[in-house]
């Protein structure tokens, strides 16, 4: 497969490494130092003042380099601290344009979708999300017709991981839409999506964001039996 896997993708451009002095830094580094001043905020929550880092980062990169996965990582660093910062429409701005640099990356969407979600624009919302089913189950398809290796296993683990999450935000906003105009079928597809992702989760997590996730999923099952 061409796909580049955004979850790997991830753990090594978004790894905060070794942080570079400010007295020994050329100017040339001044785009891969502003990365790293903003994936240091970002690492410690301190989503404010990463803002303007990710701002910089972005200006430089767009203007020296060509590697476009990249700059759709950090737009979609941004729209997370935009997000976390309540500027939820700023954080759809963001996300949209890390689509357009990566399109082929369904966990893109699913921050887009999932920023959509908080601004209150559902149907958009669940345009997006479908979206990234679409990328990410053609990707899927294309990952079975291969033969199976170490690597291949690997990349199914991953795929099921953007999965896990894809299906929350899609529970979230089916959910969402049930509250607006009742539809039952809104209702089923939230509990069998949130079913789901809580299957996933439960062989694919790995971080305290994973659990949290994998627990909200299991409550939200039990509330909708309710309905």
Not at 73 to 78: D, F, I, P, R
Not at 118 to 144: D, H, K, W, Y
Request: proline share 3%; with cysteine.
């Amino acid at each position: 497969m061409k796909k580049t896997l955004l979850s790997t993708l991830l753990l090594a451009k978004l790894a905060l490494g070794s942080l570079v002095p400010a007295t020994s830094f050329e100017p040339q580094k001044a785009s891969s130092l502003a990365k790293d001043l903003a994936h240091n905020h970002y690492m410690n929550n301190q989503y404010e003042e990463a803002i303007p880092l990710f701002e910089k980062a972005i200006e430089q990169a767009e203007a020296t380099s060509s590697d476009s996965l990249d700059i759709a990582v950090l737009h979609g660093k941004l729209g997370y601290c935009f997000t976390k910062t309540g500027q939820v429409e700023r954080a759809t701005e963001a996300d949209s344009i890390a689509c357009t640099y990566g399109p082929s990356e369904a966990l893109l969407f699913n921050n887009w979708a999932n920023s959509l979600y908080e601004a209150g624009r559902t149907e958009r919302s669940f345009e997006v999300a479908s979206e990234g089913f679409r990328i990410l189950q053609e990707q899927q398809r294309e990952l079975e017709l291969e033969a199976s290796t170490p690597d291949s296993h690997l990349q199914k683990k991953m795929f099921q991981y953007e999965e896990a999450y894809l299906a929350s935000t899609m529970a979230s906003i089916q959910e969402q839409l049930y509250m607006t105009n009742g539809q039952p079928t809104h209702l089923q597809a939230a509990r069998t999506n949130y079913q789901r992702a809580m299957e996933l989760l439960q062989t694919t997590s790995r971080t305290p964001e994973d659990k949290q996730l994998l627990e909200k999923c299991k409550t939200k099952i039990e509330e909708l039996k309710e309905k």
